[in-house]
């Protein structure tokens, strides 16, 4: 599975921006997806899982209520909006697939498959 993340950019604090990420290759709907990010000096974290049909969320805690991950297997692509954006939000985003679920228990190692990420810079 290829993934390709995009959707990033510079955006003012308070803003939304939605982050999308197309897949080829092996079946979408076979596998789960995720958002990770990696703000400068730290480590890769979970942001949001979606399942293989949609039907089941997992979000950080600090993604909650703020973003929401949705999938659409007919153009295998998966999706992250993001609303009420903060500062602390400015990282670069990457999708993940895997084939178990994504959530924030899934350790980086376990992922099946990375995209290129892309930047988001939230400005105060």
């Known amino acids: 599975v290829q993934l390709q993340a995009s959707g990033g950019g510079l955006v003012q604090a308070g803003n939304s921006l939605r982050l999308s990420c197309a897949a080829s290759?092996?079946?979408?709907?076979?596998?789960?997806m995720g958002w990770f990010r990696q703000a400068p000096g730290k480590e890769r974290e979970f942001v949001a899982g979606?399942?293989?049909?949609?039907?089941?969320?997992y979000y950080a805690d600090f993604a909650k209520g703020r973003f929401t991950i949705s999938r659409h297997n007919a153009e295998n692509t998966v999706y992250l909006q993001m609303n009420t954006l903060k500062p602390e939000d400015t990282a670069v985003y990457y999708c993940?697939?895997?084939?178990?679920?994504?959530?924030?228990?899934?350790?980086?190692?376990?992922?099946?498959?990375w995209g290129k990420g892309t930047q988001v810079t939230v400005s105060s």
């Open positions: 993940a697939a895997d084939t178990d679920r994504i959530t924030d228990a899934t350790t980086l190692e376990r992922v099946d498959y």
């Open positions: 290759g092996r079946s979408f709907s076979n596998y789960a």
């Open positions: 979606i399942s293989w049909l949609g039907r089941s969320t």
